[in-house]
């Protein structure tokens, strides 16, 4: 008796077969395994929620249409549609040049507390307001960057791609991806600094309330 294969052990190939053939359960598949990555990406590149969910919206009709150029020998289906996701945000940015950055919704003290729960330990963490500053100001930094050093920073940094996994994203040579993150670190670290420099004076000359 053959074994059974399940939905998410498939190949690429096969599954964007199925999706071709109207196979909903294999469109599923995909989405769940890639959504998240795409998504990521698209948001770190432009900084607004729903730009990313128009992005990946448009990387998954994609799958619908056809799937494009894919080629399994050249890689992932994952990494392919963060390819596809790359060049609809480079062709967005390219046409309105700029976003900007969108913050997080407040939360309310029950949803920060629920945000700080650690899982494993079953114990409230508290809430770090110099870390959420942290974290605002470096989201800040990142979309002030070029969309070249921008998006390898997304990859290799926010997501945790190799540098030659990311070289098959962007479609260029292990060099340039390790090059450009090093220039990419470098400018987002004077940007930290420079930031912190401004809030520091801006609080040095704010007068004290009577």
Request: glycine letters at 6%; hydrophobic letters at 35%; aromatic letters at 6%.
């Amino acid at each position: 008796m053959a074994a059974t294969i399940r939905p998410s052990e498939q190949p690429d190939d096969d599954l964007l077969r199925g999706i071709r053939a109207g196979d909903a359960e294999a469109f599923t598949t995909v989405y769940r395994r890639c959504h998240g990555p795409v998504y990521r990406f698209a948001l770190h590149m432009s900084g607004s929620r729903p730009v990313a969910e128009d992005v990946t919206q448009e990387v998954f009709m994609t799958l619908i249409e056809g799937g494009g150029g894919f080629d399994s020998s050249r890689g992932t289906l994952a990494r392919y549609l963060l390819g596809v996701a790359r060049n609809r945000m480079l062709r967005r940015l390219e046409k309105e040049r700029s976003y900007t950055f969108l913050p997080e919704p407040e939360a309310s003290p029950d949803e920060r507390r629920t945000n700080s729960f650690n899982h494993d330990n079953l114990i409230v963490l508290p809430v770090d307001p110099v870390r959420e500053e942290t974290i605002g100001l470096v989201r800040q930094a990142v979309l002030s960057l070029p969309a070249s050093y921008r998006e390898v920073v997304a990859l290799c940094d926010l997501q945790e791609m190799s540098y030659e996994e990311a070289a098959k994203v962007i479609d260029c040579a292990v060099g340039t991806v390790r090059s450009r993150l090093h220039r990419a670190r470098t400018l987002l670290m004077q940007k930290l600094h420079d930031r912190r420099d401004s809030q520091e004076c801006a609080a040095s000359v704010r007068p004290a309330r009577s």
